[in-house]
Every structure is written in structure tokens, then in C-alpha cells.
């Protein structure tokens, strides 16, 4: 078995415990970067562990306060 590297959009939400929508509104602000996959868009595990340290406790419906990961 391979091990997992990526996760949807909704399985990262779920994860993470981010609501789908805040979810997608860090995406389209460029603050969590994603692979598109044909029509799939994966978010991959490693920069959504580095993503939740950089912004430990910070409002992420706060755009503006959310620090990007590159």
C-alpha cells in the first residue's frame, strides 16, 4: 500500500476541522497551495501540516492574518 500524500479539499477539511468554505476561501487567497488533478484538487499532507504551524492560533476567516505557505 502506498502511503497517503494528498487529500481532497473535503477530506483535508475534515481532518483539519476547518469548515469547507474557510477551507476554500484560503485556497482561492493563495494562503494553502493545491495540485489540480484533472477536476480533483489536493492538498498535499505535508503543506497542510506546515500550513496549521504557521498559523496556530490565529482567526482563519482573518484573511488578512492568515500567513501563506509556499
Not at 489540480?36 to 501540516?49: Q, S
Not at 496556530?56 to 488578512?64: A, F, H, K, M, N
Request: aromatic fraction near 2%; avoid cysteine.
Amino acid at each position: 500500500m502506498t502511503p497517503l500524500i494528498a487529500l481532497k479539499v473535503e477530506e483535508a477539511a475534515e481532518v483539519t476541522g476547518i469548515g469547507r468554505n474557510t477551507m476554500r476561501d484560503l485556497i482561492k487567497a493563495r494562503k494553502l497551495p493545491i495540485l489540480y488533478v484533472g477536476r480533483k484538487h489536493l492538498i498535499r499532507i505535508d503543506a497542510l501540516n506546515e500550513f496549521m504551524k504557521l498559523n496556530e492560533g490565529v482567526d482563519l476567516r482573518d484573511i488578512d492574518s492568515v500567513k501563506a505557505v509556499r
